[in-house]
């Protein structure tokens, strides 16, 4: 998975609890189809952000009576995602400063 | 018509098959397809359509269960506090506390369980032992593997003969002739003696000559005398202990003096410790081979290349090798006797024991053959004890699924399980050793009658076997853990505690295939023990074409040899003695050979072995042996003790020879006679052998066995009679004596043994097998309880019922009579080979051994299925 997924969940996760297809749905949403994951991917990626103490997970009923999980950010996602937010902002205007055409010094 | 859940469980199943996806992700996938569906369908898609989309969202099942594989890699890696260790000390003590009272509570199941394992580790341990002391044999010899033994391969005049009897000059020859060759030393004996030390004597039939070489090759230990001088002087004796107590009791018996046939004297020098030794080499008393040429055969015969009667060992510098020095031996003998044909070759010392087969070869040896087949006897025994455990464990598996199924919800894996059952599995496998080498202490003395050796059991100290019999414990519980733990850690907690599990126990299929194969092998060793025993009859009453009846025989050797011909007039003067007369070699098996005979009418290239003996008058008419033409030796023919030869109808045959035969001229080494008579074809040798030709030639000078034909009445006092006579005498020899038919029958001792042997196999396997059988008949019974109730209540009978329940075993014991039936038959065809003579390998034999094995089945199982058909339904039924 590219490396902006992880950040991107948790930016998802961070404006409340959420489940894996409402997840996935937001993303394409979000990004206009420029984003296209496939679906189940992101199973894997959600079991090893809550191995690493970035979300949890709990069983809820919704509404249709079909159990869900859902994931909520942690604490420890929130300070990720700071961090995260940090240096993707760093990346983008580093390549937003190389991608201008240099002056030139004649 | 699209079902969309049945689509859903198909897709589910191509997920089910990474086992990386548990049942809980393969939920939430599944959440995630149906949501993906539902708004393809609301898309507008068909159901069909909308189903093919959502699952190529989805995404492929490998791709996904690679990417969790990386997570459950990472989680191996780093394990959160929550999840279960690798190595729980507090689960150990639990699974002990489990396997424990799983055993009290089944106390019976447990026994079987136990008691199968602990039969099946003694027959095993006991097969161990004797295979272990089976290689043993000559091994503790430090130089063995440097030590041969030179056979003459005599295949120029006959096909396929060997002999392993080498002249006298030739170990000293060999030494000097090639230079690998650093020592060599002749082994053996002319005739009985008769030591004699103050008023004890003995006829020391293992007194045995070997050069001064002899010590420095072979590592038997002196625990007195020192190995390079205990023969320095002729006439010296090495006695071993047993040998030394025997004469001299607690007296110290070097520098004391044997008396050997009342003629000369020998000093003893030494005592060898050979109680423990394995050897193929084996003697009561050592003497140097000198005193043998100086005062038996006459030192004249030190050079003599043709007389083939010692045994030759030698031993080879270290890095020589004996496939070498074989290629330089062809030809050697013809150097120094050039009429001889035969070939040397060099065998292993420690091929004698097992792997040897030559002809005149020593008397104590084994058979690698017989090794393999109990080896894997013990090994079939052993299944079948395991066999027993995983059927039974398997079949009482519902009494441990919610075991299985609460472990498995409080977060034990399915590794854990099954260590946790193969540890229990090992448990009782140890029980069943603790047991086992109970049994086997008590055992060892009847093993070590019927094999005929003496295994001791010192397993306390000796950690090799010790190590061994814990090695066969873990591997028998392994063994007998291996399907129980697979199949017991597969349960499926959903379905144990929703109790949608059937309680059927293990695959009957599985369970049934393992009652056959016990069943087959029991009706295997059945099968055989009825045709090893058959052919062991068929040889001992076989009609061998002479009389061996109320004959017995005396060993005529030093000064009684001189005396012969007045203790046979002394013997005929007993009105209940009918015969004495003598020969070289016993008549149950000559197998002395003087080579091609010359007769009348031979083509000068004409081969044929003719195995020949030395008798006395009355020889024929003693044995009462059937003359088909001519006459037998007789005092009235004075040219008879020179020149008369009589013939059996085979040595006719081969010789082509057109009746009348009697007159013809024959003879052999130098001696030119005639044929006086032809014998009826009798079997002079033992039943592996066609009967060969034979010749009779009177030799006065080469008699050594006297034997005496009473009446059959009144023996013991004939017997007693005829030692009076002796004992006044004074011939200064006892009065020692056999029957010849004993001998006769212990011609087969080594078939006896494996008959015994495969008999007490055959019946320990039937009921290990039955001990099974009885465990897992009880358990169906208990198991069909309520279907029992049932069939009482509507009506059926107690018979029909039993019937009922047998059937199934029924089924099972038939198709093991069709799988053990053609094995056996080829086995024994197989194994029968090896006589000339044997018996027919009957159907009725089969028939027998499945009825055998049938009826005990049938027993087993009905005192169990009986029982439940008796029961009453009110109590099985009350509860429903």
Same mark, same amino acid.
């Given at each position: 998975?590219?490396?902006? @997924?992880?950040?991107?969940?948790?930016?998802? %996760?961070? +404006?409340? =609890?959420?489940?894996?297809?409402?997840?996935? !749905?937001?993303?394409?949403?979000?990004?206009?189809?420029?984003?296209?994951? @496939?679906?189940?991917?992101?199973?894997?990626? %959600?079991? +090893?952000? =809550?191995?690493?103490?970035?979300?949890?997970? !709990?069983?809820?009923?919704?509404?249709?009576?079909?159990p869900r999980r859902y994931y909520t950010i942690t604490e420890r996602g929130g300070l990720e995602l700071q961090s995260e937010l940090v240096s993707w902002r760093n990346?983008?205007?580093?390549?937003?400063?190389?991608?201008?055409?240099?002056?030139?010094?004649? | 018509m699209f079902d969309l859940e049945k689509e859903i469980r198909k897709w589910k199943r191509s997920l089910q098959k990474y086992e990386v996806l548990e049942e809980g992700l393969i939920a939430d996938i599944e959440l995630h397809l149906r949501d993906a569906y539902n708004a393809q369908i609301k898309a507008g898609h068909t159901e069909k359509d909308a189903f093919r989309q959502a699952v190529a969202q989805v995404g492929t099942a490998e791709s996904i269960a690679v990417e969790y594989n990386k997570n459950r890699l990472i989680m191996l890696n780093r394990r959160s506090p929550l999840r279960p260790g690798r190595f729980m000390p507090a689960l150990v003590w639990n699974y002990m506390k489990t396997a424990l009272r799983v055993i009290r509570r089944h106390k019976g199941y447990s026994f079987i369980n136990v008691s199968g394992l602990a039969i099946g580790l003694t027959v095993c341990m006991l097969i161990v032992l004797w295979v272990v002391d089976e290689w043993s044999f000559d091994r503790f010899n430090a130089n063995a593997d440097r030590i041969y033994r030179i056979y003459r391969d005599e295949s120029a005049t006959q096909?396929?003969?060997?002999?392993?009897?080498?002249?006298?000059?030739?170990?000293?020859?060999?030494?000097?002739?090639?230079?690998?060759?650093?020592?060599?030393?002749?082994?053996?004996?002319?005739?009985?003696?008769?030591?004699?030390?103050?008023?004890?004597?003995?006829?020391?039939?293992?007194?045995?000559?070997?050069?001064?070489?002899?010590?420095?090759?072979?590592?038997?230990?002196?625990?007195?005398?020192?190995?390079?001088?205990?023969?320095?002087?002729?006439?010296?004796?090495?006695?071993?202990?047993?040998?030394?107590?025997?004469?001299?009791?607690?007296?110290?018996?070097?520098?004391k003096m044997l008396t050997v046939n009342n003629t000369f004297n020998v000093a003893v020098t030494g005592?060898?410790?050979?109680?423990?030794?394995?050897?193929?080499?084996?003697?009561?008393?050592?003497?140097?081979?000198?005193?043998?040429?100086?005062?038996?055969?006459?030192?004249?015969?030190?050079?003599?290349?043709?007389?083939?009667?010692?045994?030759?060992?030698?031993?080879?510098?270290k890095s020589v090798s004996a496939e070498k020095l074989n290629q330089k031996l062809p030809g050697y003998i013809k150097k120094y006797n050039d009429e001889d044909t035969d070939e040397l070759v060099l065998q292993p010392l420690t091929d004698i024991h097992l792997f040897s087969n030559l002809g005149h070869d020593l008397r104590n040896r084994g058979d690698v053959k017989y090794v393999w087949i109990f080896s894997?006897?013990?090994?079939?025994?052993?299944?079948?004890?395991?066999?027993?455990?995983?059927?039974?464990?398997?079949?009482?598996?519902?009494?441990?699924?919610?075991?299985?199924?609460?472990?498995?919800?409080?977060?034990?894996?399915?590794?854990?399980?099954?260590?946790?059952?193969?540890?229990?599995?090992?448990?009782?496998?140890?029980?069943?050793?603790?047991?086992?080498?109970?049994?086997?202490?008590?055992?060892?003395?009847?093993?070590?009658?019927?094999?005929?050796?003496?295994?001791?059991?010192?397993?306390?100290?000796?950690?090799?076997?010790?190590?061994?019999?814990?090695?066969?414990?873990?591997?028998?519980?392994?063994?007998?853990?291996?399907?129980?733990?697979?199949?017991?850690?597969?349960?499926?907690?959903?379905?144990?505690?929703?109790?949608?599990?059937?309680?059927?126990?293990?695959?009957?299929l599985f369970r049934k295939t393992l009652v056959i194969f016990q069943f087959a092998l029991?009706?295997?060793?059945?099968?055989?023990?009825?045709?090893?025993?058959?052919?062991?009859?068929?040889?001992?009453?076989?009609?061998?074409?002479?009389?061996?009846?109320?004959?017995?025989?005396?060993?005529?050797?030093?000064?009684?040899?001189?005396?012969?011909?007045?203790?046979?007039?002394?013997?005929?003067?007993?009105?209940?003695?009918?015969?004495?007369?003598?020969?070289?070699?016993?008549?149950?098996?000559?197998?002395?050979?003087?080579?091609?005979?010359?007769?009348?009418?031979?083509?000068?290239?004409?081969?044929?072995?003719?195995?020949?003996?030395?008798?006395?008058?009355?020889?024929?008419?003693?044995?009462?042996?059937?003359?088909?033409?001519?006459?037998?030796?007789?005092?009235?023919?004075?040219?008879?003790?020179?020149?008369?030869?009589?013939?059996?109808?085979?040595?006719?045959?081969?010789?082509?020879?057109?009746?009348?035969?009697?007159?013809?001229?024959?003879?052999?080494?130098?001696?030119?006679?005639?044929?006086?008579?032809?014998?009826?074809?009798?079997?002079?040798?033992?039943?592996?052998h066609k009967i060969e030709p034979l010749v009779f030639k009177m030799f006065p000078g080469w008699l050594r066995r006297m034997y005496v034909k009473f009446r059959s009445e009144n023996i013991a006092g004939t017997l007693a009679s005829l030692e009076k006579t002796w004992d006044k005498m004074n011939l200064g020899y006892p009065f020692e004596y056999r029957f010849l038919d004993e001998d006769f029958h212990n011609l087969y001792e080594s078939e006896a043994t494996l008959g015994k042997i495969f008999q007490s196999f055959a019946a320990l396997a039937v009921f290990i097998s039955c001990l099974g059988l009885f465990s897992l008949a009880s358990f169906i019974a208990e198991q069909r309880t309520k279907e029992i109730g049932i069939r009482k209540v509507l009506g059926s009978s107690t018979a029909g019922i039993v019937g009922l329940l047998n059937q199934e075993f029924l089924k099972c014991i038939a198709a093991a009579n069709l799988i053990a039936w053609p094995v056996a038959y080829f086995a024994m065809r197989a194994w029968l080979q090896k006589f000339a003579y044997?018996?027919?390998?009957?159907?009725?034999?089969?028939?027998?051994?499945?009825?055998?094995?049938?009826?005990?089945?049938?027993?087993?199982?009905?005192?169990?299925?009986?029982r439940a058909a008796r029961a009453n339904p009110v109590a099985s039924l009350k509860h429903e």
């Open positions: 998975m590219a490396a902006s @997924t992880r950040p991107i969940i948790l930016a998802i %996760l961070s +404006r409340g =609890e959420d489940y894996g297809y409402s997840i996935i !749905q937001k993303v394409k949403d979000i990004s206009g189809g420029h984003l296209n994951w @496939t679906d189940g991917m992101l199973y894997p990626v %959600l079991q +090893r952000m =809550e191995m690493d103490d970035l979300i949890t997970s !709990q069983w809820k009923l919704s509404g249709e009576s079909r990346v983008w205007q580093a390549l937003v400063r190389l991608a201008n055409p240099i002056p030139n010094k004649d | 096909a396929d003969s060997t002999s392993v009897l080498t002249p006298p000059p030739l170990a000293e020859a060999l030494k000097k002739d090639f230079p690998e060759i650093i020592k060599a030393s002749r082994f053996g004996s002319w005739q009985g003696r008769l030591v004699t030390y103050k008023e004890k004597s003995f006829n020391e039939t293992k007194f045995m000559h070997v050069d001064p070489d002899f010590f420095s090759m072979f590592s038997f230990p002196l625990v007195k005398g020192d190995p390079d001088t205990v023969f320095s002087n002729p006439y010296s004796v090495v006695l071993t202990e047993k040998t030394a107590s025997r004469y001299f009791g607690e007296e110290n018996p070097i520098g005592i060898i410790q050979n109680e423990s030794l394995n050897s193929s080499l084996e003697f009561d008393l050592l003497s140097p081979f000198v005193i043998l040429l100086k005062e038996f055969i006459g030192e004249d015969n030190a050079d003599n290349w043709g007389f083939n009667s010692f045994g030759t060992y030698v031993m080879l510098e894997a006897l013990a090994v079939f025994v052993l299944i079948i004890a395991c066999i027993n455990f995983m059927n039974l464990t398997t079949a009482r598996s519902s009494n441990r699924a919610k075991e299985v199924g609460l472990r498995k919800v409080v977060g034990a894996g399915r590794s854990q399980l099954i260590r946790q059952f193969f540890g229990e599995s090992i448990l009782i496998a140890f029980f069943a050793l603790v047991i086992a080498l109970f049994l086997l202490e008590y055992l060892l003395p009847f093993f070590n009658t019927l094999s005929g050796k003496q295994l001791s059991l010192s397993w306390w100290n000796n950690p090799t076997l010790l190590l061994g019999f814990i090695g066969l414990a873990l591997v028998t519980g392994i063994l007998s853990g291996i399907y129980p733990a697979l199949f017991l850690s597969a349960f499926q907690p959903i379905r144990i505690l929703k109790g949608t599990m059937r309680s059927s126990g293990a695959n009957p029991s009706v295997f060793l059945i099968i055989g023990t009825l045709i090893i025993s058959r052919q062991l009859s068929y040889m001992r009453n076989i009609d061998l074409g002479f009389n061996k009846e109320h004959i017995i025989h005396l060993s005529i050797h030093g000064e009684l040899h001189d005396k012969y011909e007045s203790i046979r007039q002394r013997f005929l003067q007993n009105p209940d003695v009918l015969h004495v007369t003598a020969s070289m070699a016993l008549p149950t098996n000559i197998q002395s050979s003087p080579g091609t005979p010359m007769w009348e009418g031979r083509p000068p290239d004409a081969k044929m072995e003719i195995k020949a003996d030395f008798v006395d008058y009355d020889y024929i008419e003693t044995f009462e042996i059937p003359l088909v033409e001519g006459r037998s030796f007789s005092r009235e023919y004075s040219t008879d003790l020179e020149t008369a030869f009589m013939v059996n109808e085979e040595a006719v045959r081969r010789m082509g020879l057109e009746k009348p035969v009697v007159g013809r001229r024959f003879g052999f080494w130098n001696i030119d006679g005639q044929i006086i008579g032809i014998m009826k074809d009798a079997h002079f040798q033992i039943l592996h044997r018996t027919d390998i009957e159907i009725w034999i089969f028939f027998l051994a499945g009825a055998v094995g049938l009826m005990v089945a049938l027993l087993t199982v009905s005192l169990q299925t009986f």
